[in-house]
């Protein structure tokens, strides 16, 4: 069984910076797929960013890009969100999500395993 827990999250203004990190355990974490998702209140869970097993495909949801950067270190079985120039609006759960087929996707219904969440709160 595959465990990912997802650290990094808090309070910060606007126009500041957070890294998420997610750790995996119990499974091979080399040959998934990750990927990063959120959830704001009362709004559907929307991917940020996905990476693919050798970490040379990315993929940015619109409202991130330039701001955000996903990669991973299969080393460490860790991925990580690094976000910058953070807005209100990003504020939200921020899930990540392993995807025991390789490649990259973009739809949740395609990862198998889900870290807890962390919370991730813009003040203006």
């Known amino acids: 069984q595959v465990q990912l827990v997802e650290s990094g999250g808090g309070l910060v203004q606007a126009g500041g910076s957070l890294r998420l990190s997610c750790a995996a355990s119990?499974?091979?974490?080399?040959?998934?797929?990750m990927g990063w998702f959120r959830q704001a209140p009362g709004k559907a869970r929307d991917v940020v960013a996905a990476?693919?097993?050798?970490?040379?495909?990315?993929y940015y949801a619109e409202s991130v890009k330039g701001r955000f950067t996903i990669s991973r270190d299969n080393a460490k079985n860790t991925a990580y969100l690094q976000m910058n120039s953070l807005k209100p609006d990003d504020t939200a759960v921020y899930y990540c999500?392993?995807?025991?087929?390789?490649?990259?996707?973009?739809?949740?219904?395609?990862?198998?395993?889900w870290g807890q969440g962390t919370q991730v709160t813009v003040s203006s």
């Open positions: 999500a392993a995807d025991t087929d390789p490649a990259l996707h973009i739809m949740a219904h395609w990862y198998d395993y």
């Open positions: 990476i693919n097993w050798r970490g040379d495909n990315t």
């Open positions: 119990g499974g091979t974490f080399s040959r998934y797929g």
